[in-house]
């Protein structure tokens, strides 16, 4: 394991201003989002969507700093026969790989998931990197409902098997993010989210320790602290930038170059304000930015909606996002830019 090399992978998956773009959707999750515009889903769709987003210029240059593929894609050419891969590189973004296998029922605790996937890790590991992958990316999903539920079992297991993972992918020279999403699906209120993750960090950060992960050589994707989407208890944007700053300040050791949100079903410019508020409430100990999907996605998919004539549109929906967020990285976001867009 190269340390350098770890730490500077990291350093500039977090640099000043940029993000990452998830666009690792897996088959399944990609369809129900092609469903929506009714697009087939086909190998080529898929690529032809993705390949228009690795292709917007100023976006993928100035505000993504790398972009987290699923294995069909990491494998696809685009229309003229060069690798995306190799789009993204020349784009100046870095390349990564989703490496989990998704959800199964986790025994003895009812309505709750553990990920799977650390089976056969290392040898995907060396492919992927072949592949020309420097960063992986596996998630966790800890729900949260009434009585039990997230157990402590639950937590406990995914924690270790994100530790597992992110210790192979040292080994392996690529920069692990860890991804234990607290979901905000249900009905509790922004006090009760901010109790789990507090947990859920705790525990994931003791389960790193034991795993032996260098902690300046990885990212932490968590979700912010906000209310369920069902709670009538809606929380403002100061209120949520300052519940997540204090979580994370008590969780997260300075020796974390950075952490990359997931949006996780916020609205775009909700996903970007709350960025936006942290970043102006530092100085903080470690880089604050996004790796969203939906929040960078949910626009240019609908501009294009699978039709080659919107590629302009659809580029210029992406291109506007990734500027939002990458100026809510450094706390220069303003809402009156939204609107000027509109
Ligand atoms: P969202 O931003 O849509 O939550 O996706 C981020 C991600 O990569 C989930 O694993």
Known sequence: MNLAELNKVAEAMVASGRGILAADESTGTIKKRFDTLGVESTP??????REMLFRTGDAMSKYISGVILYDET?????????????LIEKAGS???IK?????KPLPFCPGEVVTEGLDGLRERLVEYRGLGAKFAKWRAVIDIADGAIPSYTCIRTNTHALAR??????????????????????????DRCYQVTEMVLKLQFEELYFQRVTLEGMVLKPNMVVPGKKSAKRASVDEVAEKTLRVLRACVPAAVPGIAFLSGGQSDEEATAHLDAMNRMGPLPWRLTFSYGRALQHAPQKAWSGKSE???AAQRAFNHRAMMNGL??????????ERKAA
């Open 44 to 49: 080529d769709n898929r690529r032809d969507y």
């Open 74 to 86: 990491i494998r696809q050419a685009a229309k003229d026969g060069t690798p995306l891969v190799k």
């Open 94 to 96: 870095i390349p990564g």
């Open 99 to 103: 490496v989990d296998k998704g959800t």
């Open 165 to 190: 993972y992110a210790a192979l992918c040292q080994d392996e020279g690529i920069v692990p993010i860890v991804e234990p999403e607290v979901l905000m699906d249900g009905g509790h209120d922004i």
């Open 310 to 312: 919107n590629v302009a």
């Open 328 to 337: 809510a990285a450094t706390g220069q976001w303003k809402a009156d830019l």
